[in-house]
């Protein structure tokens, strides 16, 4: 049980990290005066808010719950890193909706600085929360909880829901692969791999 919670969320981790990759490369183009897609950056968006709060941050908040209890110097940041997850959820709900409605409204627009930079921050900010946990929280969860506690925690660590295989996921997976659009950074440039599906430039 132990090595099946850790393994999920560090797979989470990596997941989020491409995701928020391709989302950088979208926001790069628009810094070209070029159009991003803005149904992929509302599905990035979608994914990178709603994903974590069906599994990822319960299981996180339990895990946190109990680090604060045999590890009391971790409670600041403990603190900090939840309420990180409240700003994520916020500001990449607000993105998604602004980036839907342009995406049906205004497709071919140009992206306006204020918006660009709110995204930014967003992927900013969620950078350096997946690095802090990473880096910090996650090496003293996994030191700190062993397996007893964790198997007594089980009933509210539930594996079942799905994250890769979700279909949400498989359907912005295949968006990303198909004709190497997470290759894409503006000017007709491609990057030389495509973090989510490994996929290459033509010429590779």
């Known amino acids: 049980m132990k090595t099946l919670v850790f393994e999920r969320l560090h797979a989470d981790h990596h997941r989020y990290a491409a995701l928020l990759c391709i989302l950088d490369r979208q926001l790069h183009i628009a810094t070209c005066d070029e159009i991003p897609d803005y149904c992929l950056l509302a599905r990035l ?13 319960p299981v996180e908040d339990v895990l946190f719950a109990r680090l604060a209890d045999c590890d009391t110097q971790s409670a600041d940041l403990l603190a900090v890193l939840t309420e990180e997850h409240r700003r994520i959820t916020r500001d990449g ?7 839907h409605r342009w995406a049906e409204d205004s497709p071919q627009a140009e992206l306006d600085l204020n918006r660009l930079n709110l995204a930014r921050s967003f992927s900013e900010l969620y950078h350096h929360h997946l690095h ?4 910090h929280v996650y090496p003293l969860l996994e030191r700190c909880i062993d ?22 996921f498989q359907r912005l997976y295949r ?26 430039p033509d010429h590779a």
Do not use: I, M
Request: a negative charge.
């Open 132 to 135: 802090s946990e990473n880096r």
């Open 45 to 57: 968006c979608h994914y990178l808010t709603h994903q974590p709060e069906e599994w990822h941050y």
């Open 147 to 168: 397996a007893d506690q964790l198997n007594q925690l089980a009933p509210r660590l539930s594996l079942a829901s799905p994250a890769e295989g979700s279909p949400g």
């Open 93 to 99: 709900k607000a993105l998604e909706a602004t980036f």
């Open 175 to 200: 968006q990303v692969a198909d004709h190497h659009t997470g290759l894409r950074l503006g000017h007709g440039e491609q990057a030389d791999f495509c973090p989510l599906c490994d996929a290459r």
